[in-house]
């Protein structure tokens, strides 16, 4: 009899080590971020190596420097690898579809993070709320404003996170129907910001305020309008990284920044997959909710 109890419990110890085993299957993860030239994606991608860590699992990280071939490149790389989920921030939202198709046809699921893939499903999406984010921006610039005058946008129309924020911004606006949006340009890079805020200033040099899509666009503003000697332009920037809210404390003309957090972003992108890998239920959008960074 006691050897019979010695045997049922040494069974039950095995099956217990063989699905605990099952259980902690150290996962391989993969995760294209669209730049690594940006504090914003610095942070991010910290926070999710520190994630990874807490978590036990692999992540390889690739930078994609904003060029969409190379981000697909690195997907195919993944998907050979086998890898057991890829995290992705499209370079370009419609871009992206093909190769999300493909991981999804070769069993590997898919997370987007702070920007959205247009056309394809994913697991689940995690990022700010720009919409909200946008509205925010646009209320403010209608209270600054008094409620009238000309502004312009500077615009990333290719990202679908930029897309939603303009959306948010044209809505926040609608509150004050006197101030009207005289100039919508793009400007990818603070380099390119630059030259299209210097294009706006020159076409209107009397505008009355700016909303610059991210951190490098409002910056650029700054500086353009410092040149054209327009220091009553009100600038509200998007991002909220340590050098744009140095900027809104010290330069009279960037008055706020509406402010994401990516390391929020990053460490909710690894966990939420790790989650659905082990079998849980994830929502299919995990939102972060921003804030808005004034003078103090």
């Known amino acids: 009899m006691k050897q019979a109890t010695l045997i049922g419990a040494l069974l039950a ?13 150290h996962y391989q993860l993969g995760a294209s971020l669209l730049t690594q030239q940006h504090p914003f994606y610095i942070e991010l991608a910290n926070a999710m190596k520190a994630e990874a860590q807490r978590e036990d699992v692999t992540l390889n990280i690739s930078i994609a420097n904003q060029d969409l071939n190379k981000q697909l490149s690195d997907v195919e790389d993944f998907i050979t ?52 984010g946008g509205v925010a921006a646009g209320r403010l610039m209608g ?48 380099a390119e910001a630059l030259t299209t805020a210097q294009n706006i200033l020159q076409g209107h040099p009397n ?13 650029a503003a700054v500086i353009a309008a410092k040149s054209a000697r327009n220091d009553r332009i009100k600038i509200i920037g998007f991002d909220g990284m340590p ?12 008055v706020a920044v509406i402010q994401q957090y990516p390391d929020q972003m ?31």
């Open 13 to 25: 110890a095995s099956l217990s080590l063989l699905s605990h085993s099952a259980q902690a299957k």
């Open 81 to 132: 690898k086998k890898v057991d989920a890829i995290i992705i921030s499209p370079v370009d939202s419609r871009g992206v579809q093909a190769a999300i198709i493909k991981a999804e046809k070769a069993g590997i699921p898919v997370i987007s993070v702070d920007v959205a893939a247009e056309g394809v499903p994913v697991i689940t999406h995690v990022a700010t709320d720009n919409y909200a």
């Open 143 to 190: 209270k600054l404003l008094n409620g009238k005058g000309n502004v312009a946008i500077i615009d990333y129309p290719a990202l679908q996170s930029v897309v939603a924020r303009v959306e948010g911004f044209r809505k926040g606006l609608a509150d004050t129907p006197a101030i009207k949006i005289v100039a919508v340009q793009p400007g990818i890079t603070r």
């Open 207 to 219: 505008l009355d305020g700016l909303f610059g899509f991210g951190d490098d666009a409002a910056l």
């Open 243 to 254: 050098e744009a809210r140095k900027a809104v404390d010290n330069e009279p003309t960037f």
């Open 266 to 296: 990053g460490s909710k992108a690894v966990a939420a997959t790790v989650d659905y890998l082990n079998g849980k239920t994830v929502p299919k959008t995990i939102a972060v909710a921003p804030g808005i960074y004034q003078k103090h």
